[in-house]
């Protein structure tokens, strides 16, 4: 039996199906006010997760946990991590689908305080629990939800597109099914995938070969606006030294963007062959977004 925090919002979806299509058997944790609904296929528990008796009662019998849990919600995290481990949960994927932690620095970083937080109680709960495991997966950004909401830079409706820096940075992204269809597989490996930090993505492409795309599909030109990883670098720190972490949207860009930054994972350290998850079609992608 597995269970998965926050079976809605973005992600939680792509993985819920992911787990239900490979044939595991599906508890959705969910908040008691939460007013979210879920396919008859998996059991909906709502769980106070505030109380650590109402996460531990509610996390026994689970083998697995896979954290969906928002980035604004992180904090929790660690009082799941807990609950899991004294329910006798074998194995914790945290919500690390992101930024690959290992990588960060700064104030990107400082921002990603409660992931890396979450990845030291983990180590630390599988030397005192030797039947305790985990998985982190870097997934890099959420690709075609990103150019539906336009967090990629690229506006469908306007037909615009901000390029950063020379525009030709390669830098990955996963879809969501794609991001689903890997928790699938790490849990399906469990040996093979125990107490690590994996890669996973849809796509190794650039702004530019992404905008080629939009101008080909659409048969229109579209209008560049170009702008420098510099001025995302000062923005991003004069908000965090206010206390302000919409910064992380600026930092990501100078992450994922800046000329020479290379924080991305490189195609011979991603984990797509060892766990059987395809590369994307990134034509194929932006269509079914249009």
Known sequence: ??????????????????????????????????????????????????????LEK??????????????????????IIDAAVKAGVKRFIPSEFGLNTQKVTGG?????????????????????????????????????????????????????????????????????????????????????TANRYIDVASFVTTQNAILAVFQEETGTKWTVVNKNTSDSQKIADEKLAKGDYSAFGDYLKVELFRDGEGTSAKLEDLANEELGVSFGDLRATVKSVL
């Open 58 to 79: 509610a996390l026994a019998g689970q083998d697995a946990v896979v954290s969906t849990i928002a980035t604004v919600a992180l904090g929790q995290q660690q009082k």
């Open 1 to 54: 039996m597995l269970t998965n925090l926050q079976g809605s919002g973005n992600l939680g979806p792509a993985v819920v199906k992911a787990l239900v299509d490979t044939g595991f058997i599906v508890t959705v944790l969910t908040r008691l006010e939460s007013k979210a609904t879920f396919s008859s296929e998996v059991k909906v528990q709502r769980t106070d997760y505030d109380s650590a008796s109402s």
């Open 108 to 192: 990107a970083a400082k921002i990603l305080g409660a992931k890396l937080a979450a990845q030291e109680q983990l180590k630390k709960a599988v030397v005192e629990n030797p039947d305790f495991s985990w998985t982190g997966i870097s997934t890099n950004l959420f690709f075609d939800w990103g150019l539906k909401v336009g967090s990629l830079g690229f506006s469908i409706q306007d037909k615009t597109a901000t390029i950063y820096d020379s525009g030709n940075e390669p830098f990955t992204g996963t879809n969501l099914d794609t991001i689903g269809l890997a928790v699938a597989s790490v849990l399906k490996n469990p040996d093979t």
